[in-house]
C-alpha cells in the first residue's frame, strides 16, 4: 500500500482590530479556510473596547482544531503591542500571518480639525502597524517566513475631503508597506496592502441614507462591499498561491478608483 504523511501545523496569525467588521470577518477566514497549503490557522486577535464582542467571536468560531484567543489591548501603544505579540506566540507557538488592520475616523473638515482628533488617528492607524510590525519582526526573520497585510484604504491613494488625517495615515500604511516589502523580501516575508473601498461597517454606519447614495454613484459595481469582500482577499494572500506578491497595493473597491 502507497502511502505519504505530510506534517503540517496550522498557521499562526495576529490580527489587529479583530472584533468588529472588517477584522472580525478576516479572523474567521482565516480560522474557517484552508490558509497556506493547511487546513486551518489559529488566531490570536487584538481589540482595545467591547469583553462581550471577543467572547462572542471566540464562541461563533467552532472550527475543530483552530485555537483563537482575544487580547484586550491599545493598538497604538508599543510596550502594548509588545506585551501583546509576546504572549500571543507563547500561546499559538510561533507567529506566520500578520494583519494590521486596527483604525479610527474622527473627521472633520482641517479648520475645524482639532490637533487631538489628527494624533489620535495617527497614532490607531499609522503607529499601530509600526507598532506590531517592529514586535512580530525576530521572530519572522529567524524563522524566514512571513506573510503582512496591512489594511489601509482607497482615500490613502486619492484623498477625501474631511479626512485629511484618515487620508494621511492611509497613505503612510501604503509607504510603510513598500518599504517593509523591499526590507523583507529577502527574509521570505511578504508585505502587501489592501486598499478597501466604502465597505459596509460600524464605520459606514455612521453615514446616512443620502451619503450612501451619493458615494455608491462613484461605484461601478454600485454597492457597498462586505468586510468578507476584504478578508478573502487577505486569506489569498496569507495563502502560498500569492507566494511571488509583494509591496502591491490591492484595491477592493468596487472599481471605485480604476
Ligand atoms: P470598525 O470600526 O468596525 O472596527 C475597527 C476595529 O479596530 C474594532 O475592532 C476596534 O476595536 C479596533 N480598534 C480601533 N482602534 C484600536 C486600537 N487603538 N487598538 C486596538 N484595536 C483598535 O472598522 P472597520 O470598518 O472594520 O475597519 C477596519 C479597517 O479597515 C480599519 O483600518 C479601517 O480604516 C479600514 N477601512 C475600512 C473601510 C470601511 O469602509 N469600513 C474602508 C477602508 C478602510
Redesign the pocket.
Known amino acids: 500500500m502507497a502511502s505519504k504523511i505530510v506534517e503540517a501545523h496550522n498557521k499562526r496569525a495576529i490580527v ?9 470577518a478576516i479572523v474567521k477566514e482565516l480560522a474557517s479556510r484552508s490558509c497556506c497549503g493547511v487546513l486551518f490557522s489559529d488566531v490570536a486577535f ?5 469583553d462581550e ?1 471577543a467572547e462572542e467571536l471566540i464562541k461563533e468560531i467552532d472550527f475543530p482544531g483552530t485555537k483563537i484567543y482575544g487580547f484586550k ?4 501603544s508599543m510596550d502594548q503591542a509588545q506585551a501583546t505579540v509576546d504572549e500571543a506566540i507563547q500561546k499559538l507557538g510561533g507567529v506566520d500571518i500578520l494583519i494590521n ?5 474622527r473627521d472633520n473638515l482641517l479648520l475645524r480639525m482639532t490637533e487631538k482628533d489628527f494624533d489620535d488617528v495617527i ?3 499609522l503607529k ?1 502597524v509600526f507598532n506590531y510590525t517592529k514586535a512580530i519582526l525576530k521572530p519572522m526573520i529567524a524563522q524566514r517566513y512571513g506573510r503582512i497585510v496591512n ?5 490613502g491613494l486619492i484623498g477625501n475631503a474631511g479626512q485629511s488625517n ?1 487620508s494621511a495615515s ?1 497613505a503612510g500604511v501604503i509607504g510603510f508597506t513598500k518599504s517593509m516589502a523591499r526590507e523583507l523580501a529577502s527574509r521570505n516575508i511578504t508585505v502587501n496592502a489592501i ?10 454606519n455612521k453615514l446616512t441614507e443620502d451619503q450612501i447614495k451619493k458615494l455608491v454613484q462613484n461605484v461601478p459595481m454600485s454597492r ?2 462586505k ?1 468578507e469582500d ?1 478578508a478573502k482577499v487577505v486569506a489569498f494572500l496569507c495563502s502560498n498561491d500569492a507566494d511571488y506578491i509583494t509591496g502591491q497595493v490591492i484595491a477592493v473597491d468596487g472599481g471605485m478608483t480604476m
Open positions: 489587529t482590530g479583530g472584533t468588529r467588521g472588517i477584522g472580525r487584538v481589540y482595545n473596547s467591547c464582542c489591548a491599545d493598538a497604538s488592520n486596527a483604525g479610527i475616523t497614532n490607531a492607524n499601530s489594511i489601509a484604504s482607497v482615500v484618515y492611509k486598499a478597501p473601498g466604502f465597505i459596509q461597517t460600524d464605520m459606514t457597498l462591499g468586510p476584504v
